[in-house]
């Protein structure tokens, strides 16, 4: 949904906003004139509009995310989010939105279960109970293991498949269960 949009339906000015969520007036500005792209904007950005505005991440990115990126920069994408928005914030956020769910049913499976993952992960790292909301896709498994793409390069160059069987002695067990390999998500910059 556009921003003008749900500033007109919440009956807010851009100015109001600007206060409300510690976004500068500006930067508010911008997207709304669509001289800045939301999508473009930090997660952290994007978050402080969506709590201000009362609506999930997804109301605010929804149509600028119909296409579908590449794997590795979905993954990067939600690393980010983690660091800018805080462990507790992303599972809060990702939850509330059903996100997860969404990505199923668009049949996007590895985006889905890496998303999934992520929020099992953090919520062992920061002993609370895991959701029970989707036990249904935990059963779910990819066919084939994914592997980062730094890794596949390493093994196109030292001609052997060495480093994959180390990424998968080192896999984040939350990942490794849906056959995605990740071992790093806190690395990001």
């Not at 206060?19 to 004139?33: E, L, M, N, Q, V």
């Not at 709590?51 to 690393?79: G, P, W």
Request: charged share 30%.
């Amino acid at each position: 949904m556009e921003l003008n949009e749900i500033l007109k339906q919440k009956d807010l000015t851009k100015y109001a906003l600007s206060k409300i969520s510690g976004i500068p007036f500006s930067t508010i500005s911008d997207i709304s004139t669509g001289k800045s792209k939301i999508e473009k904007c930090s997660a952290e950005t994007v978050y402080k509009l969506a709590q201000a505005l009362n609506v999930t991440l997804e109301d605010l990115l929804d149509d600028r995310l119909a296409h579908r990126s590449s794997f590795e920069i979905y993954k990067s994408n939600v690393c980010h989010m983690v660091k800018d928005m805080g462990d507790i914030n992303f599972i809060i956020e990702t939850l509330e939105s059903d996100r997860i769910r969404k990505l199923f049913n668009r049949k996007w499976y590895p985006e889905s279960l890496y998303l999934l993952a992520m929020v099992d992960y953090l919520s062992r790292e920061n002993d609370l109970p895991i959701c029970s909301e989707y036990s249904d896709i935990r059963r779910i498994k990819l066919k084939e293991i994914i592997y980062p793409a730094g890794i596949l390069i390493m093994c196109a160059v030292m001609k052997n498949d060495n480093p994959k069987a180390e990424s998968l002695q080192e896999a984040i067990p939350e990942f490794l269960q849906f056959n995605i390999v990740e071992s790093e998500v806190r690395n990001v910059f």
